[in-house]
């Protein structure tokens, strides 16, 4: 009955609704090709006038290429201007009443004069090496400050010794003040244990010494001025006739002095062609500077040859009438002669006070220019990456990726000199003439036949400076003086109480030691960020994984505004302290907070490294446009090739800071544009925003959108406070360590 209910379809009927599919299926295929059609038509019209519009923005931006180059390059004339200032500035400050430590000559006579001089107890010692810290700290500057093109090796060479000799001659002094002291040990002991303990404390320096007396052989733990820094010494020790020192200098002058200058093979190709090119400019100026000598003493001696023509013309004509001159000695010139050589005399004058103004002009131009040439090689050498590390020893500390901080803390066993006796008024000592002699533990020659029990290592606890931060537990290492390098090894036992500020550990002998720790442990930087703050002031915000710091620079001075540890606010000392960018850097490095990428820090970060040039190129135009523009970082910097930078740049006026949006520039050296895209979208593309150009400069690309008074506010920056946050941004690399 159900077969029978169904209706049975005919063919002629079956066929006709195939056929309505077909003809269905083609008309959807063939609305389909037509949309298709539509849109490729549609798709490459968008795309011919994309074509169209980015070929006249090239031609645009090729047509004033020129004119922007010129104008950015008189803008850049600050840097040449800054670094006259620095020069005269530093020149200035040698007119202090102490040594130059650039003269060769007083520095022999300063070093000669203070090793003459005996019997300087500790105290003395101290004040002297204020002044002489001052020097080694002037050399260093001075190294670090003056570009590298215009330090010749010779200069080098003179001021790491004048460094070195320095250095020696004040541990001399240190050795023996300490002599000395060590005499009057028993005047000086203690009315409880019989034994003497001394501490002398000042801004650089903390010494702790403790002469054994008694040779108790139960006392064996010995700590400091009621602290629990000092030694746990083995009883050989403990009956000898010893002192135990221990000097804790804030500054370190163990670990060897680093080259200022990179051997030019080990340079990145890109940074050798630049300086290549720096080279090939200045060598074609000091030819250019000997032709215009060489034209200027040929126009001098045909000046003076002619004035002798005109001598000897005159003592001829004297000479031939003699009579002639006496008959017209009392006569007068006539009056239109006068006039003549007056006019001639006028014009002479004039044409030589033009001369001078011209040659003037010249010789300052030369010099700016040739100031500009070194002041962008010193630039471009701060960004720079070696392409090999250096070799290390077995066990040596690798100082390429950790920095010493804390200062150094030499530990010594002594032999205990002749005490000072008094006889019948008198005090009579025996001077040794070998001075003061080290105590060797454990012996090299011994008999003993379990050396390792006998000489046990000794254990030592130090407090760490109050002003250094360390961000992980810090390392300990000890100085090999054979070698000349840092060792790893023969330390055991390290404890650190972060609380307390304590470090404990066991050494197998005594010797200079050092706490170091990882140099970029605050690399990469999570983001950063530069704003204005006012006139020639700004603030550098710096993320990383353990701190955020904000460094403020105003004028040519930097300070640590703020630091927070892991949301903690943390005072520093150096907080309120307005230093010159230099000496800020290196004081930052020495209280731990490093966020200055060394030559080899690309070999220990992860970095999205960026061409020099073109990182360079950035800084200056960023430094030129910070007094009214903030720049931050941008996650598509990554994103883009190392041939290009992206951050994010908006207009920073006071009253409308927060109504201006943030806009993405990239820029490549020589081009430079506002993206499309934004912070938050999904996808980078260099797609070009609407109704904006090209530019061949970051300065005129941000120039385009700014308002009149941002771009007058940039007119009127200070040359040396443009220089001193172009420094700060190539000495962090904000752009290739973030």
């Known amino acids: 009955m159900e077969t029978a209910g169904k209706k049975k379809i005919s063919k002629a009927e079956r066929l006709r609704l195939l056929q309505e599919e077909e003809e269905r299926r083609l008309k959807e295929e063939e609305e389909a090709r037509l949309k298709f059609e539509k849109e490729e038509q549609e798709r490459l019209e968008v795309q011919r006038i994309e074509k169209e519009k980015w070929y006249r923005l090239e031609k645009k931006d090729l047509e004033r290429r020129n004119e922007e180059f010129e104008e950015l390059t008189l803008l850049e004339g600050c840097f040449p201007e800054a670094e006259k200032l620095k020069r005269e500035t530093r020149a200035l400050a040698q007119c202090d009443g102490s040594p130059d430590p650039s003269n060769a000559q007083e520095m022999n006579t300063f070093i000669s004069l203070w090793g003459e001089e005996t019997n300087e107890t500790f105290k003395q010692v101290i004040e002297k090496s204020k002044l002489v810290l001052s020097l080694i700290e002037k050399l260093k500057l001075f190294l670090l400050e003056t570009p590298s093109c215009d330090l010749g090796d010779r200069t080098v060479a003179q001021h790491q010794e004048s460094i070195l000799r320095l250095q020696e001659l004040l541990s001399l002094k240190v050795d023996m003040a300490t002599e000395l002291l060590l005499r009057e040990a028993s005047t000086l002991a203690d009315l409880d244990s019989g034994n003497m303990e001394k501490k002398i404390q000042d801004e650089n320096v903390t010494l702790y010494v403790w002469a054994n007396l008694k040779k108790n052989p139960r006392y064996r733990s010995v700590k400091f001025s009621e602290t629990q820094i000092g030694f746990e010494i083995p009883k050989i020790l403990a009956t000898s006739n010893i002192a135990l020192r221990l000097l804790h200098t804030r500054y370190d002058h163990i670990t060897p002095l680093f080259p200022t200058t990179v051997p030019e093979e080990e340079r990145a190709p890109i940074v050798e062609e630049e300086f290549r090119k720096e080279k090939n400019t200045e060598k074609a100026l000091s030819t250019e500077k000997a032709l215009s ?12 040859a002619e004035r002798a023509s005109s001598a000897e013309k005159e003592a001829t004509s004297q000479d031939e009438e003699p009579e002639l001159k006496q008959d017209r000695e009392f006569s007068l010139v006539p009056e239109e002669e006068t006039k003549s050589e007056a006019l001639e005399d006028n014009e002479v004058q004039r044409t030589s006070d033009q001369e001078d ?14 100031l500009s040439e070194a002041v962008s090689a010193a630039q471009l050498h701060l960004v720079e990456n070696i392409v090999e590390l250096p070799d290390i020893n077995e066990n040596e500390a690798d100082l390429c990726h950790f920095s010493t901080l804390g200062g150094v803390y030499h530990l010594d066993i002594l032999e205990l000199p002749p005490q000072c006796k008094p006889v019948k008024g008198w005090v009579l000592v025996e001077i040794r003439q070998e001075g003061l002699q080290k105590f060797t533990y454990p012996p090299e020659n011994t008999d003993e036949p379990d050396p390792e029990n006998a ?13 250094v931060i360390f961000f992980e537990n810090p390392q300990v290492i000890r100085w090999d003086a054979e ?28 010797g200079p030691v050092t706490l170091i720790q990882d140099t970029h442990i605050n690399m990469p930087y999570q983001s950063w960020e530069l704003r204005p703050l006012g006139v020639n002031w700004v603030v550098i915000t710096v993320t990383t994984l353990f701190a955020e710091l904000q460094i403020y620079i105003k004028e040519n001075l930097c300070m640590l505004a703020s630091i927070k540890l892991k949301d903690q606010e943390h005072v520093s000392h150096l907080e309120g302290k307005w230093m010159t960018p230099v000496p800020f850097i290196l004081a930052l490095k020495e209280a731990g907070l490093n966020i200055f990428p060394t030559v080899y820090s690309h070999f220990y970060v992860v970095i999205n490294n960026k061409v020099p040039m073109v990182e360079v190129k950035a800084y200056r135009q960023m430094a030129l446009l910070s007094s009214a523009f903030a720049f931050r970082w941008s996650k598509w910097n990554m994103a883009c090739s190392s041939t290009r930078v992206v951050f994010r740049v908006k207009e920073y006026l006071a009253e409308e800071a927060e109504d201006h949006l943030w806009a993405l520039l990239m820029f490549s050296g020589d081009r430079a544009q506002m993206l499309r895209i934004r912070e938050d979208s999904e996808a980078f593309s260099e797609a070009l925003k609407e109704e904006t150009e090209f530019h061949s400069t970051l300065y005129h690309m941000v120039k385009d959108s700014a308002s009149l008074e941002a771009m007058e506010k940039v007119r009127h920056s200070d040359c040396q406070f443009i220089d001193s946050v172009c420094h700060m941004l190539l000495s962090i690399r904000v752009l290739s360590f973030s």
């Open 357 to 370: 103004e011209n040659t003037e002009a010249t010789r300052y131009e030369l010099e700016m220019r040739l």
């Open 483 to 510: 070698g000349k390098f840092w060792r790893t090894d023969g330390i055991s036992s390290v404890v650190y109480n972060r609380e307390e500020r304590l470090i404990t550990f066991s050494l197998d002998t005594l």
């Open 293 to 304: 000598t060489e034209r200027a003493v040929s126009a001098e001696r045909a000046v003076s």
């Open 455 to 467: 000489f046990p290592p000794i254990e030592v606890t130090l407090e760490v400076h109050e002003n």
